[in-house]
């Protein structure tokens, strides 16, 4: 089992570019999750979603938009990139309990 | 409000010795807690997991307590090794309903020196 992964890896934006990071998992989880990791500040949750075409907003959402079209596929969009959405995301499942981390995605916005 | 706090921010031992990190947290309602290890450019792998009902729980080197009456938890490693050079993340679980909502701590970044 691969686990959760996340593609792309690194990503530099200019603002105003868009962009989508792409998060797969193979564990048939129902539950998945986008979160950011900023300098001095804990894990903050973006979006989730609980199941196969359902999303739903977390802490920090706004800027950001997701799909679930495919339980195992999650997406996460920015429309237009801001120097603020500078950051390491982190995608993540679970089956309820645990969460299972993918590796992050290190994007920085110009 | 639902918050973890996590001391100290950050620390540096010596290879061999043991340190111990500790996780206070205002959650309600308690579900579970976990002491998770995040490598350098890696995401955060579970290294415990406790409930309202258990008081220690142990990983090789690495042993976690929990007091649900003043609400802190603790990590503590023994003969620390180079690889324990990491931030380890302290997360409580959160269930009023349905889905379960984690609350993060900022982490304590641990450095391990030959």
């Known amino acids: 089992n691969a686990g959760v992964t996340q593609t792309p890896k690194f990503r530099v934006l200019k603002t105003g570019q868009s962009m989508t990071l792409l998060c797969a998992q193979d564990m048939n989880h129902e539950y998945m999750y986008w979160y950011r990791q900023d300098p001095g500040m804990g894990l903050r949750l973006i979006h989730y979603?609980?199941?196969?075409?359902?999303?739903a907003k977390g802490e920090v959402p706004d800027g950001y938009n997701v799909s679930r079209l495919k339980k195992q596929n999650f997406l996460l969009g920015l429309e237009s990139a801001a120097p603020s959405q500078t950051s390491v995301y982190f995608c993540a499942s679970s089956s309820g309990g645990e969460q299972y981390f993918g590796p992050g995605t290190r994007l920085t916005v110009t | 409000k639902n918050q973890v706090e996590q001391s100290p921010q950050s620390l540096i031992i010596l290879e061999g010795k043991n340190c111990t990190l500790q996780?206070?947290?205002?959650?309600?309602?308690?579900?579970?807690l976990r002491w998770y290890k995040q490598d350098t450019g890696r995401g955060p792998v579970s290294l415990t997991i406790m409930t309202f009902s258990e008081n220690t729980k142990s990983n090789g080197r690495y042993t976690a307590t929990l007091d649900a009456d003043t609400k802190q938890s603790s990590l503590h490693i023994t003969a620390s090794q180079l690889s324990d050079s990491a931030s380890y993340i302290c997360v409580v679980s959160v269930k009023p309903t349905g889905t379960y909502k984690y609350i993060f701590g900022t982490g304590t970044r641990l450095k391990v020196l030959a």
């Open positions: 979603s609980v199941g196969e075409g359902t999303t």
């Open positions: 996780c206070n947290y205002t959650v309600s309602p308690f579900s579970n």
